[in-house]
């Protein structure tokens, strides 16, 4: 965990230090935000703010993705970001498919899909450097005990952006 007690100023010359830190690292700052940096939470008591983020992990860019039960072959995966923010697409098999608010929070990659059967699809990763972990999951919150987790794997194409 961080704890900043800065100006605004020298909070945004530190951001970039700050976002090179593990992903899922806490940060707590009072008083002072980042700048374009949006916090995950604010926390007001009195006249008191207090601000809270969980860095990143660097997801932007070009990911293969293997496992995905309705692809023949593996998945083009292609992420903007900017801090906590997320865009992007899937293609499976040829077809761009928008992602549906994907959201990385800390490590953890959560993407979700509209297949070519117009059916919900989720996928839960774990971001490890330049590979990425995870399973296909039901989407709603559904009970997952009664759909077969089907493991997914993934790893970055060319360099970080």
């Known amino acids: 965990m961080l704890t900043l007690?800065?100006?605004?100023?020298?909070?945004?010359?530190?951001?970039?230090?700050?976002?090179?830190?593990?992903?899922?690292?806490?940060v707590v700052s009072n008083s002072f935000a980042m700048g374009d940096w949006e916090p995950d939470h604010v926390v007001r008591?009195?006249?008191?703010?207090?601000?809270?983020?969980?860095?990143?992990?660097?997801?932007?860019g070009e990911w293969i993705v293997e496992g995905l039960a309705e692809t023949s072959g593996p998945a083009r995966?292609?992420?903007?970001?900017?801090?906590?923010?997320?865009?992007?697409?899937?293609t499976i098999d040829g077809r761009a498919l928008p992602l549906l608010s994907p959201a990385i929070d800390g490590d953890r990659l959560s993407l979700r899909y509209v297949d070519a059967s117009n059916l919900l699809k989720a996928v839960r990763l774990t971001v490890q450097a330049d590979r990425l972990e995870g399973e296909?999951?039901?989407?709603?919150?559904?009970?997952?005990?009664?759909?077969?987790?089907?493991?997914?794997?993934?790893?970055r194409t060319g360099g970080k952006p």
């Open 5 to 26: 007690y800065l100006l605004d100023e020298l909070n945004q010359q530190l951001r970039p230090r700050v976002l090179s830190m593990k992903p899922g690292t806490r």
């Open 45 to 60: 008591v009195g006249t008191q703010v207090g601000y809270y983020w969980l860095v990143p992990a660097n997801v932007a």
């Open 77 to 90: 995966l292609a992420l903007v970001q900017r801090y906590q923010r997320l865009a992007g697409t899937i």
């Open 136 to 155: 296909m999951v039901p989407p709603y919150g559904m009970v997952e005990s009664i759909v077969e987790r089907i493991a997914v794997r993934g790893r």
